[in-house]
């Protein structure tokens, strides 16, 4: 089993940065990738970016691309993600999540563990 922690998580104005943190425990965590998803008021939770467990592939969404990094530190079993640029929009609480392979995927199913979430909220 995996089990995960988000942090990082606050109030910023409008293209202020923020760093989001997963620390993960549990022993699978450098065998399998990772992801963040987030779910912004009174909408579905969606897709936002993942990692495959080496770190060597990434994929975002096009509405982060560009402005979102996910990385991963399996010493530290933590994956992050940096936020620049960050819009109104952003606001969500963003959940980090655990999948069921090593391949990265946009699918929510693909994950079998989730954190509890943080909240993120930008300011105009």
């Known amino acids: 089993q995996v089990q995960l922690v988000e942090s990082g998580g606050g109030l910023v104005q409008a293209g202020g940065s923020l760093r989001l943190s997963c620390a993960a425990s549990g022993r699978t965590f450098s065998s399998v990738a990772m992801g963040w998803f987030r779910q912004a008021p009174g909408k579905e939770r969606e897709f936002v970016t993942t990692i495959s467990r080496s770190g060597g592939n990434t994929y975002y969404a096009d509405s982060v691309k560009g402005r979102f990094t996910i990385s991963r530190d399996n010493n530290k079993t933590t994956v992050y993600l940096q936020m620049n640029s960050l819009k109104p929009e952003d606001t969500a609480v963003y959940y980090c999540?655990?999948?069921?392979?090593?391949?990265?995927?946009?699918?929510?199913?693909?994950?079998?563990?989730w954190g509890p979430g943080t909240r993120v909220t930008v300011s105009s």
């Open positions: 999540a655990a999948a069921r392979s090593s391949y990265i995927s946009a699918r929510e199913y693909e994950y079998d563990y």
